[in-house]
């Protein structure tokens, strides 16, 4: 088997501690009561790698809830792996950082967020400050939560009848898939924030309300321009200036007149924009589609109308529209369009609207075989992040080809673990490290042990293909000894005898 170069000298179980502690903390085969051992202080980072980047047996969850350490309760809040439910039990913590992590989400941010359960959410909003000095207020806290894409539209319209004034406000910001009464119940709420929060989207949506007068420089401009109604003073100013026209044609709230002429502007990206909108005249729409510029033409055909707003979202996510509509973060929460119509998408010859579809989670298996096939390398890359029901291979081929979707990727169960061989010599380490673990390869990874690069030795050295002597020699090489401890082959027995050398109490 070959060596690195430190093999070659002798080697203290001193020096081998951290790369031990971090390798056992990783080692999927850990049972509990070796992770649990872990939790001590003189883990060291070991410590934060186990609560933090991996999934944990329930009893490992228990120990950590209860753990005296803010910090280490605080890398369990943060943590992708552990279910919502889990993360959600530190609600109360008696520290607030640990409460803002849970409001904040798990970390990175997964592309498709799991909610907290409703208890959960119910607690973060109506917490009230101690009366103690502390690094953020309830209040901040209750900020954090909401920026971080938990709450759900969903939930905000359950909630529209809530006990708590402070949850019940929430419904305002569903203003759109409110009915009349709903609306009418809220602007005539008991509580004096829920009706100035009703009446805040009343007044928004009215011309003589946030939109009566030009503003003044700044982002409040670009909300108020992207989004309020506006009086026909406000609106002509903004069509005579070249700098906002882009902004009033994407305004629900322009009147047909506007666009119109906004239909006719002289900058295509103005045009383009109004070729998204949901509500055009069909007279509007066919002058569109025969715009002398590609991109306004596409936007204007690859949507034939009538359309619905939530339709017009979804595509434009998909041309980029999407990133624009960030200057504008006043808009409400939408819903999202029907299945029908992501179905019509999956068999549509646009890829705009193809690669709309591939982000439907529920779409059906035989549109999802279908998208898996597409001649489109991004529908299928597309297939791959999002759908669960993705194949095999898509998913490693998006894997392979797609570098800034692999933190993703390697959390996703449909990720391929297996039959990876032909990947061992692939010249992206990244992807040799996902063949190196491959436990099906007919022989163990030898030639990897000594990759230039430290995340496929460290691969290559957990493959549980290594037993015996070989994963002895293994765990006393610097150049293997992490990846050798998170080998999953490993008895309980020889774990609890490498946190016996690195002085870990039982």
Known sequence: MPTSPAASSACSASDLTDPWLRGVAANPGAPAEVLLRLLDPA????????????SLPDEVVDAVVAHPEFKVRRSL??????????????????????RATVAGGPRPRPRQQRPLPDDVLVTLLTAKDSGERELLRADEIRQELIASWQVTASFRYRMRRHEHPAVRRLATGVWNILTAE??????????????????????????????????????????????????DAVLEEALADPEFRWSVAGNPHTPPYAVARLARDAD????????????????VWA???????????????????????????????????????????????HTEPEPDWYRACAESGEVMLRLAAAKCPTLPPDLVARLAQ???????????????????????????????????????????????????????????ALAAADPTLRQPPVGLLTDPDDRVRRAAAANPRFTGDALEALLHDPATAEGAAANPGLPAARLHALLDLASLPR
Do not use: K
């Open 268 to 283: 295509p990206e103005v045009r383009e924009r109004v070729a998204a909108r949901a509500d055009l005249d069909p007279a």
């Open 374 to 432: 597409d001649p489109h390398e991004e529908v299928r890359h597309r297939l791959a992040s999002w759908h669960p029901l993705a194949p095999a291979e898509t998913v490693l081929a998006a894997f392979v080809a797609r570098p800034r979707q692999r933190p993703h990727l390697l959390m996703q169960s449909r990720l391929p673990r297996t039959g990876l061989s032909r990947l061992l010599d692939h010249e992206d380490p990244e992807v040799r």
């Open 287 to 333: 002058e569109l589609a025969e715009d002398p510029h590609e991109r306004v033409r596409t936007r204007a055909r690859i949507q034939p109308l009538p359309r619905t707003h939530a339709e017009c979202r979804a595509v434009d996510h998909e041309t980029g529209e999407g990133i624009h509509d960030c200057l504008c973060p006043i808009l409400e929460p």
């Open 43 to 54: 883990a060291g980072a070991a410590r934060q790698l186990l609560c933090e980047e991996r």
């Open 182 to 231: 709903e609306r009418q119940a809220l602007l005539n709420d008991p509580d004096p924030d829920v009706r100035a929060s009703a009446e805040y989207w009343v007044r928004a949506g009215d011309p003589a309300g946030m939109g009566a007068v030009f503003p003044g420089p700044g982002h409040y401009r670009w909300m108020v321009l992207n989004n309020y109604a506006l009086s």
């Open 77 to 98: 809040a943060r943590n992708a792996h552990v279910a919502p439910a889990d993360r959600g039990r530190l609600v109360e913590d008696p520290h607030v950082m640990v």
